[in-house]
């Protein structure tokens, strides 16, 4: 079991961020490669743009491209992103250290970073416009696909993150 008396917050702390960022970047770069293969990228101006609504009470929109455009909404977009990231690191190691008393398996992670996709089809796609699991899309399975496929590897970078973190002795 892990000895909670034992951890130093700030190598906690910065094994998070590492794992965050190495599991974000790793999906940007995997959305780079399917963007070259001709999809669309991701619009984090438009992610910003629904951020930014919070501080005004505003959660959900019936179009978030219909939504006024936000000063600063892609810097916003993509400061949410890798946040996002970095709580689902944190999330991740709980639920391995705290839960199952186990290290970082490749397996956990992209089991983990699956079970996400509850996140962007049951909260974020409604909020935006676009429906639950994207159905108000012009190819909802297509979309779902990607969305599966960007999770995957995102969980796949939480394991490279977790690898690279031992590494730089950030555990």
Do not use: C
Not at 60 to 66: E, F, G, K, L, T
Not at 142 to 152: D, E, K, P, T, Y
Request: proline fraction near 5%; charged fraction near 10%; hydrophobic fraction near 60%.
């Amino acid at each position: 079991m892990v000895d909670l008396t034992k951890l130093s917050v700030v190598a906690v702390t910065e094994e998070i961020i590492t794992i965050g960022i190495v599991a974000t970047l790793t999906m940007d770069l995997w959305q780079r490669f399917l963007q070259a293969m001709g999809l669309p990228p991701t619009n984090w101006g438009l992610v910003g743009r629904w951020v930014a609504g919070f501080s005004r009470g505003i959660f959900i929109h019936r179009s978030i491209a219909a939504t006024p455009k936000v000063p600063g909404e892609v810097a916003i977009g993509w400061a949410f992103h890798y946040a996002v990231g970095a709580a689902y690191a944190a999330l991740y190691l709980a639920i391995m250290r705290l839960g199952f008393d186990s290290e970082p398996t490749l397996v956990s992670a992209l089991l983990f970073a699956i079970a996400l996709l509850v996140a962007p089809w049951f909260v974020m796609q409604p909020a935006l416009g676009i429906g639950f699991m994207a159905a108000h899309t012009p190819n909802p399975a297509a979309v779902r696909l990607i969305n599966v496929s960007v999770h995957a590897v995102f969980g796949f970078g939480l394991y490279l993150g977790a690898i690279a973190a031992s590494l730089v002795g950030a555990a």
